[in-house]
């Protein structure tokens, strides 16, 4: 089993719409958790932090559930621009793990 | 600030060859990744280096592949002999551990395509 798990995708998402993308790691040991993006043909960057408490930043809203070992990024009033693949990301003991990412298509 | 430079962008090779790629992470940065991306397995760490000391290398997939990091500015990530199956983008991203905040600051990765 992979450490960090995400669906795949893609998801075809009309343009103004909310999404929301799931990931499940393995290792209850993990301690700090992110979202990356990844444009195509370009390297990931960070998108945001995930906390416990949950955090905004805009139209993003990423959640952490311990117990469950499950993080969510939320994605409000979908832009064409936010057209991308998200990959999830783990920290356990400074190596930090990245999931196969969700592909993620916003159409006009 | 420069970023994190790879070198070369791109690389074709035939098998058996040797390889050699390259990476100048973000001055003060404390730590270097090295990740290979492929459609099939995504984003995979092979090794990481914290104040240039190797700390985790289980990632590399076997002998063929080395890595070093003689000083602060520069490393290496080798393939000796290369396969077609080591096609794929190699990744090297640099951050400061233990500073709080964990960014991973990627470089524009090299494509390595071995015939």
């Known amino acids: 089993r992979k450490e960090v798990e995400q669906d795949p995708g893609p998801f075809n998402v009309p343009e103004g719409a909310t999404v929301a993308f799931n990931c499940t790691y393995s290792?209850?040991?993990?301690?700090?958790f992110f979202w990356y993006r990844q444009d195509c043909r370009k390297e990931p960057k960070l998108l945001m932090s995930?906390?416990?408490s949950g955090n905004e930043d805009g139209r993003f809203t990423a959640q952490l559930n311990r117990a469950s070992q499950y993080i969510s990024l939320l994605i409000r009033d979908s832009k064409l621009s936010d057209s991308a693949t998200y990959l999830c990301?783990?920290?356990?003991?400074?190596?930090?793990?990245f999931g196969k990412g969700t592909r993620l298509h916003i159409l006009p | 600030d420069a970023g994190v430079i790879q070198s070369p962008r791109h690389e074709v090779t035939e098998m058996g060859q040797e390889v050699t790629l390259r990476c100048k992470p973000i001055?003060?940065?404390?730590?270097l990744f090295w990740y290979r991306q492929t459609m099939m397995r995504g984003l995979e760490l092979l090794i990481y280096f914290n104040n240039n000391v190797p700390i985790d290398d289980s990632g590399m997939p076997e002998d063929r592949f080395s890595a070093k990091m003689p000083n602060a500015s520069f490393s290496t990530l080798k393939i000796q002999p290369s396969e077609p199956r080591d096609s794929a983008v190699y990744f090297c991203?640099?951050?400061?551990?233990?500073?709080?905040?964990?960014?991973?600051?990627f470089g524009n990765g090299t494509r390595l395509t071995v015939t």
């Open positions: 991203a640099s951050t400061n551990l233990g500073a709080g905040s964990l960014t991973l600051h």
């Open positions: 001055s003060g940065h404390n730590s």
């Open positions: 990301v783990v920290n356990r003991d400074d190596k930090i793990i």
């Open positions: 290792n209850s040991a993990s301690q700090s």
């Open positions: 995930v906390y416990s």
